[in-house]
């Protein structure tokens, strides 16, 4: 999962396409199409420019891509709040840290208690932070505490999905 289209090339591209060429199935998420990488460039131009280039740099190096994250986020599927809370638990920023993420993923279309839930998730659920709280908690105790969190903050998503249109 990466920000924006050319961070598969510039950031990570030597790796992907390392993998790839010895038969691992890489595939990329996106945060953005780009729309604001090209100035003088209306932002849905620039995303179509950076959409095309994404697509023949994934070819290029032999990577998948799978969507963008505005659009796995969005309120057609009912499926986005959970996976929201999913893809939010590697990451580690602090709480203030999300805030750009969940500004760029708001202006992408991403429903508000989609990005709530990830949001929430990121702070609450980290893979660090378990990490913390296995030196104090008993793993049961950890199990019921991520099960309890992990639901609350998805009825969360979904009501402020409902409400929110």
Known sequence: ????????????????????????????????????GIPGKRSWEAGEIREDELHKACLNLGIRLLDFLGDIMGHQAWWSVPAAVVLGIPLYPNAAGVIPVVYALMEKGAALGTVLAFMMSVVALSLPEMLILRRVLKPHLIAVFIGIVAVAIILTGYLFNLVIR
Do not use: C, W
Request: proline residues 3%; hydrophobic residues 45%.
């Open 1 to 36: 999962m990466l920000a924006h289209p050319d961070d598969e090339s510039f950031a990570t591209g030597g790796t992907l396409a390392k993998y790839a060429v010895q038969g691992a199935n890489v595939d990329l998420i996106l945060a953005t199409r780009g729309e604001a």
